[in-house]
Antibody, heavy 120, light 107 residues
């Protein structure tokens, strides 16, 4: 079964750090581009970051640029999101999502999400 | 950045009704538009890619159309299980951007 499972969410104080992980299974992780997408409570979807299959191409939303770092370990079938200098507005459910084989087609497999709460 | 808008923000319809949701991009995105369905407490699910291609396993009552800046998602005969929020997303360029969502429920 094709599956993505996020972990690492939790409660953190403003200015703190957190590292999210996404474990992939059921498909050849190393050939797929990956994304992080978040959803604040009661709000819509916000794309956060993209990493190509070989890690050669990376993009970030302006709202997280300079604070978040996306990475992957193809040998471990894992995707990561290092989040530093966290702000209240980073509170959200964070989803990892697989890019389709054709990059412009969207995101076809999503994890169940992990919740990040930034609060003092 | 490309801005995405959707209308209506919510729609209430009867079982069997035809429901149409509109999505507009702030600039030409060719046909690189995806539609997602999200039910409460669940992850989004890809319904349509490349504006009009149905993702595998998605019921045939869902269809998409459009190109350039104007797109539509149509549910030909609304079913109770279609109650959800629907998002469009442009995949033409980075940063990827989503529309604000359209909530669909049963009247």
């Amino acid at each position: 079964e094709v599956q993505l499972v996020e972990s690492g969410g939790g409660l953190v104080q403003p200015g703190g750090s957190l590292r999210l992980s996404c474990a992939a299974s059921g498909f050849t992780f190393s050939i797929f581009n990956m994304n992080w997408v978040r959803q604040a409570p009661g709000k819509g979807l916000e794309w956060v970051s993209y990493i190509s299959s070989s890690s050669s191409t990376i993009y970030y939303a302006d709202s997280v640029k300079g604070r978040f770092t996306i990475s992957r370990d193809n040998a471990k079938n894992s995707l990561y999101l290092q989040m530093n200098s966290l702000r209240d507005e980073d509170t959200a459910v964070y989803y990892c999502a697989r890019g389709t084989t054709v990059t412009v087609y969207g995101m076809d497999v999503w994890g169940q999400g992990t919740t990040v709460t930034v609060s003092s | 950045d490309i801005q995405m808008t959707q209308s209506p923000s919510s729609v209430s319809a009867s079982v069997g009704d035809r429901v149409t949701i509109t999505c507009r991009a702030s600039q030409d995105i060719n046909s690189w538009l995806a539609w997602y369905q999200q039910k409460p407490g669940k992850a989004p699910k890809l319904l349509i890619y490349a504006a009009s291609s149905l993702q595998s396993g998605v019921p045939l009552r869902f269809s998409g159309s459009g190109s350039g800046t104007d797109f539509t998602l149509t549910i030909s005969s609304l079913q109770p299980e279609d109650c959800a929020t629907y998002y469009c997303q442009q995949a033409n360029s980075f940063p990827r951007t989503f529309g604000p969502g359209t909530k669909v429920d049963i009247k």
